[in-house]
């Protein structure tokens, strides 16, 4: 099983709608995790960390459920700019390693 | 400006060659890494370093060399004995020293092609 799983995608979408992500992690001593963003060719930006009670910023909220290890990110009104790879990434407290999914890749469709 | 660089963006070099991939970030990050992506995969950890003079191997090291001589700089070397070089490379740097937020940086990353 790997450590962080994500599904690949393609997810198309069109603007305006809803979409979500779900992300597993098999390792239950991880205690950081991070959504970052990756657009084509170019390298990875974190786009949120997230909390234990969730959290949000703007049109994106993140949530984390420790019991299903799993995290979720939500993109509401998704806009065309939103499309590129969303990677789920994980690590444990104080260890600089961080483990990355292989990502999902969004399309929005105008 | 603060951040990462790398260069160069794009690399061609022949089979059997060696070659040395530049990081330089001014960040003052203690913690640094590097990182390669093929298609379709995830990122996957080559070799870091939690400080100066002190590197670790990551889950690909084979083939790879590293060096640690200055805070701001961790190059990468790919040898000739890294059996599938041609891939995208990325350094990262974080703050490092067990910090609870270990946000990392990236820098741009090098597109290696061996020939």
């Known amino acids: 099983r790997k450590e962080v799983e994500q599904d690949p995608g393609p997810f198309n979408v069109p603007e305006g709608a809803t979409v979500a992500f779900n992300c597993t992690y098999s390792?239950?001593?991880?205690?950081?995790f991070f959504w970052y963003r990756q657009d084509c060719r170019k390298e990875p930006k974190l786009l949120m960390s997230?909390?234990?009670s969730g959290n949000e910023d703007g049109r994106f909220t993140a949530q984390l459920n420790r019991a299903s290890q799993y995290i979720s990110l939500l993109i509401r009104d998704s806009k065309l700019s939103d499309s590129a790879t969303y990677l789920c990434?994980?690590?444990?407290?104080?260890?600089?390693?961080?483990?990355f999914g292989t990502g999902t890749r969004l399309t929005i469709i105008p | 400006d603060g951040g990462i660089t790398q260069s160069p963006k794009y690399l061609f070099r022949k089979e059997g060659q060696n070659v040395t991939l530049s990081c330089e970030q001014n960040?003052?990050?203690?913690?640094m890494y590097w990182y390669r992506q093929d298609p379709g995969q995830g990122l996957r950890l080559i070799y870091y370093s939690q400080i100066v003079n002190d590197f670790q191997k990551g889950d690909i090291a084979e083939g790879y060399s590293v060096s640690r001589e200055k805070k701001e700089s961790f190059p990468l070397t790919v040898t000739s004995a890294q059996k599938n070089p041609t891939a995208f490379y990325l350094c990262a740097s974080s703050i490092g020293q067990g910090r609870w937020n270990n946000e990392q940086f990236f820098g741009p990353g090098t597109r290696l092609t061996v020939l």
């Open positions: 997230v909390y234990s």
């Open positions: 960040l003052n990050h203690d913690a």
């Open positions: 990434v994980v690590s444990n407290f104080g260890n600089e390693k961080l483990t």
């Open positions: 390792n239950s001593a991880s205690q950081s």
